[in-house]
């Protein structure tokens, strides 16, 4: 399915927006956000994991290969890992607002750096399940949008 450019402009500007209101929400605010997500993917792993057959079932008629749709087929183990990978990066210090490197000039100037988000963020990857959200909760955590093409 081809995405038109209308379309691909409308995602940058909402993107764009959304990274605005991630760039300013407390750790507190994502890490709920990340624990929520975590827990939902426990507790839908039967709705997940039927539409990962779905998936399957349609790549390997297709004519995928079998080490691609090794990467794709989801069982309840991987699910677990997955959500136990997003609560360890809710587990991480909040990047966000970090000052270092300070230094103080003969003048007296303090000088450092602040991390700060990056905004939006695009990714083309490999189809792979858990890969969507991991890249997607290191985008949370580091409050950046990101627009995610398989």
Same mark, same amino acid.
Do not use: P, T
């Given at each position: 399915m081809k995405t038109g450019i209308g379309e691909l402009d409308a995602k940058g500007k909402s993107a764009k927006a959304a990274s605005r209101r991630l760039a300013y929400l407390s750790t507190d605010i994502k890490n709920q956000a990340l624990a929520n997500i975590a827990n939902d993917i426990v #507790?839908?792993?039967s709705e997940i994991l039927a539409a990962n057959k779905i998936d399957y079932t349609e790549a390997r008629a297709s004519g995928m290969n079998e080490a691609m749709l090794d990467r794709l087929l989801l069982n309840t183990s991987c699910l677990e890992g997955i959500a136990r990978? $997003?609560?360890s990066v809710a587990a991480l210090p909040d990047p966000v607002g970090e000052v270092f490197d300070m230094s103080t000039l003969p003048n007296g100037l303090l000088i450092g750096r602040k991390r700060v988000p990056l905004g $939006? *963020? !695009? $990714? *083309?990857?490999?189809s792979r399940p858990n890969v969507t959200v991991d890249i997607s909760v290191l985008c949370l955590?580091? !409050?950046? #949008?990101? *627009?995610?093409?398989g």
């Open positions: #507790a839908r792993k990978d $997003v609560r $939006v *963020i !695009g $990714v *083309i990857y490999e955590k580091s !409050g950046n #949008a990101v *627009i995610l093409r």
